[in-house]
């Protein structure tokens, strides 16, 4: 079994920043990603950044120059640095693993809300 604990949501003002944590434990046979989505309320989940297990990483344009993901592989832990926070980024955050052989892997996702 995997899991998956998420860690660092919260309240912030608008310009402010918050770093998620994620956490991944169990039977991993093999990760080729982690990463981190979003889903705002009315809206379908959408990437947020990813890292592969070469350091290859992607953001999504809404989020590139505010955002930075890193990965302690040691730890299988991801992070996601989250700065210039803006009410747009309102959402809650969940932790993804992705396994070779399509298996993916979700947390129990964090709110993050940006508000004044």
């Known amino acids: 079994q995997v899991q998956l604990v998420e860690s660092g949501g919260g309240l912030v003002q608008p310009g402010g920043s918050l770093r998620l944590s994620c956490a991944a434990s169990?039977?991993?046979?093999?990760?080729?990603?982690m990463g981190w989505y979003r889903q705002a309320p009315g809206k379908q989940r959408e990437l947020v950044a990813t890292?592969?297990?070469?350091?290859?990483?992607n953001y999504a344009d809404s989020v590139k120059g505010r955002f930075t993901i890193s990965r302690d592989n040691a730890k299988n832990t991801v992070y996601l640095q989250m700065d210039s926070l803006k009410p747009e980024d309102t959402a809650v955050y969940y932790c993804n693993i992705y396994s070779p052989g399509s298996i993916n892997y979700w947390g129990q996702g964090t709110q993050v809300t940006v508000s004044s």
């Open positions: 890292i592969t297990i070469t350091t290859i990483i």
């Open positions: 169990g039977s991993i046979r093999s990760i080729y990603s």
